[in-house]
C-alpha cells in the first residue's frame, strides 16, 4: 500500500496564497515629525514604497502559487519574492500564518501548555510533506535595500515513518477522490485544493522599538571585538578576533549579541572527552564572556536555508531542516538523526562563516554524551556529523558581548 501511494499519489492544486497588508506594491506617504526645517508647519515628507517582484515581475499583494502534483518523492518547488523598498524611510518587516487547511482539516496553533507551536511550525514539521517559509531579513533600509521572502514544499520520498507516510498517502488520495466526485456530480462545483495557507506580511515604517531587528547586528555579520579588552576593536591581532553574528535576528531590545570567532583561526584541537577543559585553558586569559559552541547554534542558522540545508542518512530519504522554532523541534530533530545515523549538511557559499577546512565541535550540550564536528565535505557542502572518541578537532569559543562595548 505504501509504495502505491507513493508512485501513484497526485494532488492537482495546492495554492497557497500569501495575503500581505495593503502596504505592497502601493506608494504612501507620512509625516516625519522629527523633519521640522523651521520654526513653523513645515515638515519634511517622507516616501513610502515598497515594491514584491517574483521572477523579476512585479506582483501585487495577492500571491498564488499553484501546484499540478505533489507526491512522496517530488523535487522541491520553491519561490522566491523579492520586496525591495523604494522609497526614503527604513521599514521593518514581519509576517505570520493565519490560517491553514490540510484536507478537510482546519490546521489549529497549540498556543497552550509547553507544546505550544505556531502554524508556520506546524506545517514544518508535523506532516510527511513540509511547507517552510523563511524572510532574509527583517527589514528593508531606504533606497532600495531588499530582502527575500522564501517558500518551499517538499515530500521525501521515505520519511522514516511508514505508517505515517502511508496514512497521509491515503488522506490524500481519499480527499482528491471525493472532490473529483463532487465536481463529477455537479459540474459547477469547483475542485478545492487539498492546501490552503494564508499568510499575512506586513510592513511597518522603522523606529526606535524593541521589538525591531537591530540593523547594526545581522546574521554573518563581521564584528572585531577584543577579547582582552572586552571592546569593540579596529584592526585584527592576537586579542582582537575576527567574528561573525550568529543570532539570525537580534533585536533592539537584546542587550548582548552572540559573536562565533572565525573559523580560520588558530584553535586548540581536542577529542570530545577534553572539550571543556579545553575551552576553559584557551580563554583563560579572555575577560569576555563565553560559552561553548553547540550544536544548536549552527543548526538553527542553517535551517533558515529553506531549499538546502538537509537531514541525510542511508535509510531515509534526504530532508529540508526547515526553520527551528524552538527547542522541542530541535531535540525532535537530533533524535531523528540518531535514529537514522544520519548527519546534516548545508551550503558553504550560503554560511561561508561556518565553513571550514579544520573540523571543529560543536558541543551538543549537558544533557547527553554527543559531540558533532562540523566540516568542509567539498567545495559546496559541509557536513556536521557526530564524532568519536577518537576524533579530534579545533575548539572554537562563543563570545557573548554586551551591545554597550560595541
Given at each position: 500500500m505504501k509504495s502505491l501511494f507513493k508512485r501513484?499519489?497526485?494532488?492537482y492544486i495546492i495554492p497557497l496564497f500569501f495575503i500581505a497588508a495593503t502596504f505592497i506594491f502601493t506608494t504612501f506617504a507620512w509625516f516625519a515629525y522629527s523633519g521640522l526645517k523651521r520654526v513653523s508647519t513645515d515638515v519634511d515628507i517622507q516616501s513610502w514604497y515598497i515594491e514584491m517582484k517574483k521572477d523579476g515581475e512585479s506582483v501585487t499583494n495577492n500571491i498564488v502559487i499553484s501546484l499540478e502534483n505533489i507526491y512522496p518523492g517530488m523535487d522541491t518547488v520553491t519561490e522566491i519574492v523579492k520586496i525591495q523598498n523604494k522609497g526614503d524611510s527604513d521599514a521593518s518587516l514581519s509576517y505570520h500564518v493565519i490560517s491553514a487547511r490540510i484536507f478537510d482539516t482546519n490546521v489549529e496553533a497549540v498556543t497552550t501548555g509547553p507544546n505550544q507551536k505556531s502554524l508556520e511550525n506546524i506545517l514544518s514539521h508535523d506532516y510527511p510533506f513540509h511547507i517552510n517559509i523563511n524572510l532574509s531579513k527583517h527589514y528593508v533600509k531606504k533606497t532600495n535595500d531588499e530582502t527575500d521572502f522564501e517558500v518551499s514544499i517538499s515530500w521525501p520520498?521515505?520519511?522514516?515513518?511508514?505508517?505515517?507516510?502511508?496514512?497521509?498517502?491515503r488522506n490524500s488520495y481519499d480527499f482528491q477522490a471525493q472532490e473529483n466526485e463532487r465536481h463529477s456530480?455537479?459540474?459547477?462545483?469547483?475542485?478545492?485544493?487539498s492546501i490552503k495557507v494564508v499568510i499575512e506580511l506586513a510592513a511597518e515604517q522603522y523606529i526606535e522599538s524593541s521589538e525591531y531587528s537591530d540593523m547594526k547586528y545581522n546574521l554573518g555579520d563581521v564584528v572585531l571585538y577584543d577579547v582582552v579588552q572586552n571592546k569593540k576593536c579596529n584592526a585584527v591581532s592576537s586579542t582582537c578576533l575576527s567574528t561573525n553574528?550568529?543570532?539570525?535576528?537580534?533585536?533592539?531590545?537584546?542587550?548582548?549579541?552572540t559573536l562565533l570567532p572565525t573559523v580560520y583561526g588558530n584553535y586548540s584541537l581536542s577529542t570530545y572527552d577534553n572539550y571543556l577543559s579545553t575551552l576553559n585553558s584557551y580563554t583563560s586569559s579572555w575577560n569576555a564572556t563565553t560559552r561553548g559552541l553547540l550544536t544548536s547554534d549552527i543548526i538553527k542558522i542553517i535551517s533558515h536555508d529553506i531549499f538546502n540545508s538537509t537531514l541525510?542518512?542511508?535509510?531515509?530519504?534526504?530532508?529540508?531542516i526547515g526553520d527551528i522554532e524552538s527547542n522541542n523541534d530541535y531535540y525532535s530533530l537530533i533524535n531523528k538523526a540518531r535514529t537514522f545515523n544520519g548527519s546534516f549538511s548545508f551550503m558553504n557559499n550560503k554560511f561561508s562563516y561556518l565553513a571550514s577546512n579544520?573540523?571543529?565541535?560543536?558541543?551538543?550540550?549537558e544533557q547527553n554524551q554527543y559531540g558533532y564536528t562540523v566540516i568542509r565535505n567539498n567545495e559546496n557542502t559541509s557536513v556536521i556529523t557526530v564524532g568519536n572518541e577518537n576524533t579530534t578537532c579545533n575548539v572554537i569559543p562563543v563570545i557573548i558581548a554586551n551591545k554597550n562595548d560595541l
Open positions: 501513484n499519489l497526485k494532488i520520498l521515505d520519511s522514516g515513518n511508514d505508517s505515517l507516510d502511508s496514512l497521509w498517502g456530480l455537479n459540474n459547477s462545483y469547483e475542485i478545492r485544493p553574528v550568529i543570532d539570525y535576528n537580534n533585536k533592539l531590545q537584546d542587550t548582548t549579541v541525510n542518512s542511508s535509510q531515509i530519504s534526504p530532508q529540508i579544520i573540523c571543529y565541535w560543536a558541543d551538543i550540550n
